[in-house]
């Protein structure tokens, strides 16, 4: 069983930064493109970003690009998501999720695409 586990997430006031860790319990996570969503209250969980297998490509979603970036260390089974400029908008719980890819490694935003979630972790930026 494929289980998905973030940690990281907490109260920052705006202009702060975080760093989320997604763990995976995956024998090899290199067979999985990874994605990074949130859902705040009220709304529909949305894409923020993805890296591909072996973190050689990466796509964002406009609202977090040059302020989040994520990354991968596939012998430490994690990837990470860094997240700068913090505004208050960012508030939402963030989840990372694995995309069991066979021979593709493109980055989906469509969360169906996803076979596996982690449980979320709380972000919350004061004003």
């Known amino acids: 069983q494929v289980q998905l586990v973030e940690s990281g997430g907490g109260l920052v006031e705006a202009g702060g930064s975080l760093r989320l860790s997604c763990a995976a319990s995956i024998r090899t996570l290199s067979r999985y493109c990874m994605g990074w969503f949130r859902q705040a209250p009220g709304k529909e969980r949305e894409f923020v970003g993805g890296i591909s297998r072996f973190g050689t490509n990466t796509r964002y979603t406009d609202f977090v690009k040059d302020r989040f970036t994520i990354s991968r260390d596939n012998a430490k089974n994690t990837v990470y998501l860094q997240m700068n400029v913090l505004k208050p908008e960012d508030t939402a719980v963030y989840y990372c999720?694995?995309?069991?890819?066979?021979?593709?490694?493109?980055?989906?935003?469509?969360?169906?695409?996803?076979?596996?979630w982690g449980q979320g972790t709380q972000v919350t930026v004061s004003s």
């Open positions: 999720a694995a995309d069991s890819v066979l021979l593709s490694d493109v980055v989906t935003p469509n969360p169906r695409e996803y076979d596996y």
